[in-house]
Antibody
Framework: EVQLVESGGGLVQPGGSLRLSCAAS????????MSWVRQTPGKGLEWVSV????????FYGDAVKGRFTISRDNSKSTLYLQMNNVRAEDAAVYFC?????????????WGQGTLVAVSS | DIQMTQSPSSLSASVGDRVTITCQAT??????LNWYQQKPGKAPKVLIH???NLETGVPSRFSGSGSGTDFTLTISSLQPEDVARYYC?????????FGQGTNLEIK
């Protein structure tokens, strides 16, 4: 059974940093692209970033480009999201999601999400 | 970026009704579209992949159709457990984008 378990969320001050993790199990992690998707009540679901299976290609949404960094450790079956210079509008539930073998795939499995709150 | 427009934004129907939700893309996305169901406090769950393929374990009352720019999710006979928010998502090109969602309630 595929399991994705996020951690690392919490309260962060504007301008601060936070690192989210997503521990994967139940599938060959290193064969799949992985994404982060966030959700706020007012904006629905917003894709944040994707990393390919090997970790050599990454893409970001415009809202986080230059501030967030996605990475992965295939030896640990873990996905990361380093969030720097956090803004109020980054407050959301962050989900990690399993993609496909290529970019042309949706999200077959999601974690339960981790909440990021932004406040001074 | 490809914009995804869902309609309606909310829907109320009776148990047993046939329900249809539509999703329109601003450009051709071939069949690179998923439908997700999200219940309160839970993560989204994929129902349909590649526009018309039912995910394993999803009840057969759910179906998807369409290609290019116009897509449809149909529930053939609405059940109480189908109360949820539904989203479409394209993966034809980056950035991946979602529709704004459709809230489905029981009348």
């Amino acid at each position: 059974e595929v399991q994705l378990v996020e951690s690392g969320g919490g309260l962060v001050q504007p301008g601060g940093s936070l690192r989210l993790s997503c521990a994967a199990s139940g599938f060959t992690f290193g064969f799949y692209a992985m994404s982060w998707v966030r959700q706020t009540p007012g904006k629905g679901l917003e894709w944040v970033s994707v990393i390919n299976s090997g970790g050599g290609s990454v893409f970001y949404g415009d809202a986080v480009k230059g501030r967030f960094t996605i990475s992965r450790d295939n030896s640990k079956s873990t996905l990361y999201l380093q969030m720097n210079n956090v803004r109020a509008e980054d407050a959301a539930v962050y989900f990690c999601a399993k993609g496909g073998h290529s970019w042309y795939a949706g999200f077959g499995n999601w974690g339960q999400g981790t909440l990021v709150a932004v406040s001074s | 970026d490809i914009q995804m427009t869902q309609s309606p934004s909310s829907l109320s129907a009776s148990v047993g009704d046939r329900v249809t939700i539509t999703c329109q893309a601003t450009q051709d996305i071939r069949n690179y579209l998923n439908w997700y169901q999200q219940k309160p406090g839970k993560a989204p769950k994929v129902l349909i992949h590649d526009a018309s393929n039912l995910e394993t374990g999803v009840p057969s009352r759910f179906s998807g159709s369409g290609s290019g720019t116009d897509f449809t999710l149909t529930i053939s006979s609405l059940q109480p457990e189908d109360v949820a928010r539904y989203y479409c998502q394209q993966y034809d090109s980056l950035p991946y984008t979602f529709g704004q969602g459709t809230n489905l309630e029981i009348k």
